[in-house]
């Protein structure tokens, strides 16, 4: 939804906000290349924020190709990426603009031109674009959703699509042991947040900025990380004692390196009668 905020500022340049947003921030450039800048309002802060994913899934459909540097700008496609990666950048490459590449009757490509300046498969991507009219302006499009409109839908699939590709996700772990317990869905997600250490305890409200103290609010001894909420704070210990899987449990407690392993090994070795029944007590 904030990627929504932010792309309205790069698709309306003339509306109020992203005028004083621009006054402020970018006052030479546009949101994509802002800055953070000092003494940021917290709004900006969060709205700029959104400038990677908002870089990732922005391009260019050409128009004349005047406001469109040839270097830069994501404007050829490759794969899944639009960015011009020719090697060879011309010192004056901001000034070179994609119109500038295209013939002078207008109607098509300089095709001399683009062989002197790229590679064989850039010169073969740029001459399979096709040139509009000359009154026709370039506009940046949306390039997760076919219709090139920003959707928070298209964007989380396409920006999911992008991190897999870049091996971000690929945390390994018995991630399928959880999907495929006979548990509510909510209960499996709870695990999945749990397993990531992703849950909002003191400690990682504190790294968003959230003034709690560290310490268990229920024991007042130790520091409330995941580890201690649910396995060694005396009162879950208790809770371990009254269930059934209490001396298996206690057991792992005891030789288990962290949360990620113990739940990794009851996933991985209990039966799934065993697990779920874990999963449920947590
Ligand atoms: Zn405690």
């Not at 000092?38 to 406001?67: A, D, E, V």
């Amino acid at each position: 939804m904030l990627g929504k905020q932010a792309w309205r500022l790069l698709s309306n340049p003339n509306s109020l906000i992203n005028r004083i947003y621009q006054a402020k921030y970018y006052p030479k450039g546009n949101f994509l290349n802002a800055s953070l800048g000092h003494n940021p309002s917290y709004t900006w802060k969060i709205l700029w924020s959104t400038q990677h994913l908002l870089k990732n899934g922005i391009r260019w459909r050409l128009g004349n190709g005047n406001t469109i540097p040839v270097w830069g700008e994501p404007w050829i496609k490759y794969n899944d990426n639009y960015h011009c990666i020719h090697p060879h950048v011309p010192s004056n490459s901001q000034a070179f603009k994609v119109s500038d590449l295209i013939s002078n009757d207008k109607n098509g490509w300089n095709d001399v031109l683009i062989n002197s300046l790229f590679d064989k498969d850039t010169n073969n991507q740029i001459l399979n674009i096709h040139i509009l009219s000359p009154h026709c302006e370039d506009r940046r499009i949306w390039k997760w959703n076919p219709s090139g409109s920003y959707t928070v839908r298209s964007t989380y699939k396409g920006y999911l699509q992008h991190c897999l590709s870049m091996g971000n996700l690929n945390v390994l772990g018995p991630w399928k042991n959880i999907w495929n317990l006979c548990i509510p869905h909510k209960i499996k997600h709870f695990i999945w947040r749990l397993m990531q250490d992703i849950l909002p305890t003191r400690p990682n409200l504190q790294k968003k900025g959230i003034c709690y103290p560290s310490t268990c609010f229920r024991c007042n001894i130790d520091i409330e990380n995941t580890w201690h909420t649910f396995f060694s704070c005396p009162s879950a210990k208790l809770c371990w004692q009254g269930s059934n899987l209490h001396s298996c449990i206690l057991n792992l407690i005891n030789s288990s390196n962290g949360v990620f392993n113990l739940i990794s090994h009851i996933l991985q070795y209990w039966t799934p009668q065993a697990a779920a029944e874990f999963s449920m007590i947590l």
